[in-house]
C-alpha cells in the first residue's frame, strides 16, 4: 500500500499516511484531468467582449452617392463593413462560455491530479501549517525547512486568517481550502503543500 510520509514544520519526518492503493501510485488517467481543467478554465472566462455590426454603429442613414453615373462602386451606406468607422462583420459579443461536467468526472479528475502530484513526488503532507503570528518570514522559513520551490498549492483543512495573512506577499504561494480544491487548482502548481487534516477531507472527497 503506497505511503506518504508526514513532516513538521522544520522537515522532519513525524510519521506517514497510507494511502488507498486503488487511487494512488497507478497510472495517471491524463484525459479526465484535462476534461475537467479544460471546464474550470472556461467557466473563470468572463465573456463581455462585444463589437457592433452595422445596425449599431451611428450614422449611414444616408446613400453616399447616387447609385449610377458617378464612375464609382455603388454603395448603400457608409457604415458598411468595408468602410472606415462601419460595422463589424461577425463580431464578438457577450457570451456565457461557462458548462459543466458530470460530478463523478470532477471526483475523478481531483484523484487522478492528487496521484499524478504523488507519483512526481510532488505531493508534501505537514502535521500541522499555522503560522499564528501572520508573519511573513515566519512561513517562508516554513517553506525553507520543507525544501520547496516554484510555484506552490497549500491546501489547508479551514484558512487561518494569521495564516492568510503571512502568505499572502510570497511570490508563487497560493491557498486553498481542502473542501473547495480542484483538478485545475492542483495541476496549476508544480507543488501542492497539504495538512494532514486536509490531506483526510480530500481522501474522503474523493472516495
Not at 3 to 24: C, H
Not at 35 to 45: D, E, H, K, L, T
Not at 160 to 187: C, Q
Amino acid at each position: 500500500m503506497p505511503e506518504l510520509n508526514v513532516v513538521d514544520i522544520k522537515g522532519q519526518k513525524s510519521a506517514s499516511v497510507e494511502l488507498p492503493k486503488e487511487q494512488f501510485g497507478v497510472h495517471v488517467h491524463d484525459a479526465v484531468i484535462h476534461q475537467a481543467v479544460v471546464m474550470y478554465n472556461a467557466n473563470q472566462r468572463q465573456g463581455t467582449v462585444s463589437t457592433k455590426g452595422r445596425a449599431e454603429v451611428s450614422g449611414g442613414g444616408k446613400k453616399p452617392w447616387a447609385q449610377k453615373g458617378t464612375g464609382r462602386a455603388r454603395q448603400g451606406s457608409s457604415r458598411s463593413p468595408l468602410w472606415k468607422k462601419g460595422g463589424i462583420t461577425f463580431g464578438p459579443k457577450p457570451r456565457d462560455f461557462g458548462y459543466t461536467v458530470s460530478k463523478k468526472t470532477r471526483v475523478a479528475a481531483l484523484r487522478e491530479s492528487l496521484n499524478a502530484k504523488f507519483l512526481g513526488n510532488h505531493l508534501l503532507c505537514v502535521d500541522n501549517l499555522e503560522v499564528l503570528s501572520g508573519k511573513t518570514k515566519e512561513f517562508e522559513a516554513i517553506l525553507k525547512n520543507l525544501k520547496i520551490e516554484g510555484r506552490t498549492l497549500a491546501i489547508l483543512d479551514g484558512t487561518n486568517e494569521k495564516t492568510l495573512l503571512a502568505s499572502r506577499n510570497i511570490a508563487r504561494l497560493s491557498l486553498v481550502r481542502a473542501t473547495d480544491a480542484n483538478a485545475s487548482d492542483i495541476m496549476s502548481n508544480k507543488n501542492v503543500l497539504v495538512t494532514k487534516e486536509a490531506l483526510k477531507t480530500l481522501l474522503k472527497r474523493i472516495e
